[in-house]
């Protein structure tokens, strides 16, 4: 079977069964789709869904947000237009190498003091490439050199220091930082009063949580999700996983904290 917009490389023979090896091409590295809201979803197909992650573009007045930049394993600013068309900040939700791999391809970057360090210098460890990232994480592997034995990212010290109550000001829109730790010490959302939107990054999204890394905490992870259940959410795009209502909201955190004992 051949993927759409892949190739076949390696080279099959009697004595190798294994099925070859298959490389995506850059162009096809990433999908986008247009939402509501001036909200443009980016994501990176040949990753299986579980390892996805969400990459959020949000168009402004004066200058647009990227919230979370994929693996960086094809360059985001050449294959994806919509983020090279405007000025742009963009942010990291946290850390870990499926969020950032990107995030040195922008001049203006944002992060969480608690997290600035690993934006700045990265490692295999602490932005969670070991154990994380092997072959099986993908349906094609991205292009040539990537390995994943030689895997890094790419050190993007911040141009701004984010803490919580912040504001990501976009001209017409504004968004609130939410600082979240539980999956990470400097996990944040954004969150948008006026309608209701929120970016919620790893901390919560519809799927399965990571809630046992080098870098969690069950103590602030509760706490995290307290807070946000307060919140009058309309829609959420979390860090994986598709978006869902603020219904869905509601209903998950509650079941979520119902099996920790808060509810």
């Given amino acids: 079977m051949r993927l759409r917009g892949v190739?076949?490389?390696?080279?099959?023979?009697?004595?190798?069964?294994?099925?070859?090896?298959i490389r995506a091409h850059p162009n096809e590295w990433y999908e986008t789709r247009t939402l509501s809201d001036g909200v443009t979803w980016i994501y990176e197909p040949h990753v299986v869904p579980f390892f996805r992650c969400n990459i959020w573009h949000i168009r402004g007045r004066d200058r647009d947000a990227l919230v979370d930049s994929g693996m960086g394993v094809v360059s985001l600013r050449e294959f994806v237009p919509i983020v090279s068309e405007r000025p742009l900040i963009a942010v990291a939700s946290h850390t870990h190498y499926d969020h950032i791999g990107a995030h040195a391809e922008f001049p203006e970057r944002a992060v969480h003091a608690a997290e600035a360090d690993y934006l700045a210098h990265p490692?295999?460890?602490?932005?969670?490439?070991?154990?994380y990232v092997t072959d099986e994480i993908f349906t094609a592997l991205p292009p040539l050199p990537f390995?994943?034995?030689?895997?890094?990212?790419k050190a993007a010290p911040a141009t701004r220091i984010l803490a919580d109550g912040d504001s990501v000001d976009l001209g017409d829109r504004h968004f609130e930082v939410i600082h979240t730790p539980g999956h990470s010490p400097g996990g944040i959302a954004l969150w948008e009063a006026v309608s209701g939107i929120l970016f919620s990054g790893d901390i919560f999204y519809d799927g399965p949580l990571i809630e046992e890394t080098i870098h969690s905490n069950a103590a602030h992870y509760i706490a995290s999700m307290e807070r946000l259940l307060k919140l009058p959410v309309r829609l959420v795009h979390g860090g994986h996983f598709p978006s869902f209502s603020g219904e869905r909201h509601r209903e998950l955190i509650e079941a979520w904290l119902k099996g920790k004992g808060r509810m």
């Fill in 147 to 153: 390995t994943c034995q030689t895997y890094t990212v």
């Fill in 123 to 131: 490692t295999r460890d602490n932005v969670l490439i070991d154990p």
């Fill in 7 to 21: 190739s076949k490389i390696g080279v099959d023979n009697e004595e190798n069964n294994s099925m070859p090896l």
